[in-house]
Nanobody, 123 residues
Framework: QVQLVESGGGLVQAGGSLRLSCQAS????????MGWFRQAPGKEREFVAH????????FYADSVKGRFTISRDNAANTVYLQLISLKPEDTAVYYC????????????????WGQGTQVTVSS
Protein backbone atom coordinates (compact mmCIF):
# COMPACT_ATOMS: atom_id res chain seq x y z
CA GLN A 1 0.00 0.00 0.00
CA VAL A 2 1.14 3.52 -0.76
CA GLN A 3 -0.55 6.88 -0.35
CA LEU A 4 0.31 9.76 -2.65
CA VAL A 5 -0.03 13.50 -2.02
CA GLU A 6 0.71 16.03 -4.76
CA SER A 7 1.69 19.65 -4.23
CA GLY A 8 3.22 22.55 -6.09
CA GLY A 9 0.46 23.49 -8.48
CA GLY A 10 -0.68 27.04 -9.00
CA LEU A 11 -1.38 29.88 -11.40
CA VAL A 12 1.45 30.88 -13.70
CA GLN A 13 1.79 32.95 -16.86
CA ALA A 14 2.62 31.36 -20.19
CA GLY A 15 6.34 30.73 -20.40
CA GLY A 16 6.60 30.27 -16.65
CA SER A 17 7.71 27.31 -14.57
CA LEU A 18 6.45 25.14 -11.76
CA ARG A 19 7.75 22.17 -9.83
CA LEU A 20 5.25 19.55 -8.77
CA SER A 21 5.98 17.12 -5.96
CA CYS A 22 4.38 13.82 -5.08
CA GLN A 23 5.08 12.64 -1.55
CA ALA A 24 4.53 8.93 -0.99
CA SER A 25 4.00 7.06 2.23
CA UNK A 26 4.95 3.45 2.73
CA UNK A 27 8.20 1.53 2.67
CA UNK A 28 7.51 0.02 -0.74
CA UNK A 29 7.75 3.31 -2.65
CA UNK A 30 11.24 2.48 -3.87
CA UNK A 31 9.90 -0.59 -5.69
CA UNK A 32 7.26 1.28 -7.69
CA UNK A 33 7.47 2.83 -11.09
CA MET A 34 5.71 6.20 -11.03
CA GLY A 35 3.77 8.28 -13.49
CA TRP A 36 2.33 11.74 -13.89
CA PHE A 37 -0.97 12.27 -15.66
CA ARG A 38 -3.16 15.28 -16.23
CA GLN A 39 -6.82 15.92 -16.86
CA ALA A 40 -8.36 19.06 -18.29
CA PRO A 41 -12.08 19.80 -17.92
CA GLY A 42 -14.14 17.67 -20.27
CA LYS A 43 -11.15 15.64 -21.40
CA GLU A 44 -9.85 12.19 -20.63
CA ARG A 45 -6.94 11.76 -18.28
CA GLU A 46 -3.73 11.76 -20.33
CA PHE A 47 -0.24 10.51 -19.82
CA VAL A 48 2.49 13.06 -19.11
CA ALA A 49 5.61 11.25 -17.87
CA HIS A 50 6.86 8.01 -16.35
CA UNK A 51 9.91 7.01 -14.35
CA UNK A 52 11.09 3.55 -13.38
CA UNK A 53 11.94 2.50 -9.83
CA UNK A 54 15.52 3.78 -9.78
CA UNK A 55 15.11 6.75 -12.09
CA UNK A 56 17.18 5.13 -14.79
CA UNK A 57 14.46 5.23 -17.42
CA UNK A 58 12.02 8.03 -18.19
CA PHE A 59 9.34 8.49 -20.82
CA TYR A 60 7.34 11.53 -21.86
CA ALA A 61 4.30 12.42 -23.88
CA ASP A 62 5.28 14.13 -27.12
CA SER A 63 3.38 17.25 -26.05
CA VAL A 64 5.68 17.83 -23.05
CA LYS A 65 8.98 16.41 -24.27
CA GLY A 66 11.75 18.92 -23.81
CA ARG A 67 9.68 21.05 -21.42
CA PHE A 68 8.87 18.70 -18.52
CA THR A 69 11.28 16.59 -16.49
CA ILE A 70 10.35 13.75 -14.17
CA SER A 71 12.70 12.71 -11.38
CA ARG A 72 12.58 10.92 -8.05
CA ASP A 73 14.32 10.86 -4.70
CA ASN A 74 13.77 7.44 -3.17
CA ALA A 75 15.36 8.46 0.12
CA ALA A 76 12.68 11.14 0.43
CA ASN A 77 9.85 9.01 -0.99
CA THR A 78 9.16 11.74 -3.52
CA VAL A 79 8.72 12.03 -7.26
CA TYR A 80 8.93 15.40 -8.99
CA LEU A 81 7.73 16.94 -12.22
CA GLN A 82 9.56 20.07 -13.34
CA LEU A 83 7.49 22.11 -15.79
CA ILE A 84 9.08 24.87 -17.87
CA SER A 85 7.95 26.92 -20.86
CA LEU A 86 4.37 26.39 -19.78
CA LYS A 87 1.55 26.91 -22.26
CA PRO A 88 -2.15 27.58 -21.69
CA GLU A 89 -2.89 24.10 -23.03
CA ASP A 90 -0.93 22.64 -20.08
CA THR A 91 -3.76 23.79 -17.80
CA ALA A 92 -5.14 20.72 -16.00
CA VAL A 93 -5.26 18.85 -12.74
CA TYR A 94 -2.01 16.92 -12.45
CA TYR A 95 -1.99 13.53 -10.76
CA CYS A 96 0.81 11.24 -9.72
CA UNK A 97 0.28 7.51 -9.82
CA UNK A 98 2.17 4.42 -8.76
CA UNK A 99 2.64 0.79 -9.68
CA UNK A 100 1.53 0.35 -13.27
CA UNK A 101 0.55 -3.23 -14.06
CA UNK A 102 0.80 -2.81 -17.80
CA UNK A 103 1.55 -0.07 -20.25
CA UNK A 104 3.09 2.90 -18.44
CA UNK A 105 1.16 5.43 -20.50
CA UNK A 106 -2.28 3.96 -19.77
CA UNK A 107 -3.87 5.48 -16.67
CA UNK A 108 -6.07 2.40 -16.22
CA UNK A 109 -2.96 0.32 -15.44
CA UNK A 110 -1.96 2.27 -12.33
CA UNK A 111 -2.86 1.02 -8.87
CA UNK A 112 -2.42 4.07 -6.62
CA TRP A 113 -3.38 7.71 -7.21
CA GLY A 114 -3.00 11.02 -5.49
CA GLN A 115 -5.76 13.62 -5.20
CA GLY A 116 -4.26 15.91 -7.83
CA THR A 117 -2.91 19.45 -7.94
CA GLN A 118 -4.26 22.20 -10.19
CA VAL A 119 -1.98 23.87 -12.72
CA THR A 120 -3.40 26.92 -14.49
CA VAL A 121 -1.43 28.70 -17.20
CA SER A 122 -2.68 32.10 -18.28
CA SER A 123 -1.99 33.54 -21.71
Amino acid sequence: QVQLVESGGGLVQAGGSLRLSCQASGRTFVTYAMGWFRQAPGKEREFVAHINWDGGNTFYADSVKGRFTISRDNAANTVYLQLISLKPEDTAVYYCAADPKGHYNNYREYTYWGQGTQVTVSS
